[in-house]
């Protein structure tokens, strides 16, 4: 639930600032450029055990903090992808026709970047589910009795020998997400892939 929020979070505020910074070719895109460099020169973790000693613990500070800290990895590529779009001749058709700008970045621009969205969705997902795994092994996400996979693999290394299943099941549950939401991510990104060669042809 905290990696599935913060993943809407991080792309809503990303998928606005990357076409906001597409669109401005003025003092706008260079602070919208500055910030996201400055975001993604520190590591997620790094971010999130300084938020979450800010904020406190608990779901919504939790999927606040993964949320804000990595929505300028999203922000980045649909700038990159913003600019090659708003490139295109049916997006000048419509600046020459008068359409107002949030029309064309929501009608024209939007649905080119959406399978870029949904790919970078897939896999930030994992993304965060690995950082909140981490942060509830550390003792800095979840509560303590919440049914977090972190909390379950913190709480297992006392049994590791007893009982080693304790420790497996979690990081099993967890490595195998991780692996269903990349292999998904690399199925969109085929899938976007063949749509656009059928396109073109």
């Known amino acids: 639930g905290i990696a599935g ?9 990303g998928t606005l600032v990357g076409l906001v910074g597409a669109w401005y070719e003025n003092w ?8 996201i460099s400055t975001f993604i020169a520190f590591p997620f973790l790094v971010l999130a055990l300084i938020m979450v000693a800010i904020i406190g613990r608990g779901f919504w500070p939790i999927t606040l903090t993964l949320g804000l800290i990595a929505w300028p990895v999203v922000a980045r590529v649909i700038y990159a992808e913003g600019r090659g779009i708003l490139r295109r001749e049916y997006v ?8 107002s700008k949030w029309s064309i970045l929501f009608v024209h621009v939007l649905p080119g970047i959406r399978p870029t969205i949904l790919v970078m969705a897939a896999f930030l997902f994992a993304v965060m589910l690995i950082i909140e795994s981490a942060l509830s092994f550390l003792g800095l996400g979840a509560p303590l009795n919440a049914p977090s996979w972190g909390n379950m693999l913190s709480d297992s290394r006392q049994y590791l020998i007893q009982a080693p299943w304790m420790m497996f099941v979690p990081a099993g549950a967890i490595v195998s997400s ?21 396109v073109e042809v």
């Open 28 to 35: 706008v895109r260079t602070a919208v450029l500055l910030t």
């Open 5 to 13: 929020c913060a993943t809407i979070i991080l792309a809503t505020i």
């Open 92 to 99: 000048l058709a419509a600046k020459l026709f008068g359409v």
């Open 178 to 198: 991780v692996i269903s939401l990349n292999l998904i991510s690399d199925g969109v990104a085929e899938i976007s892939r063949m749509r656009a060669r059928a």
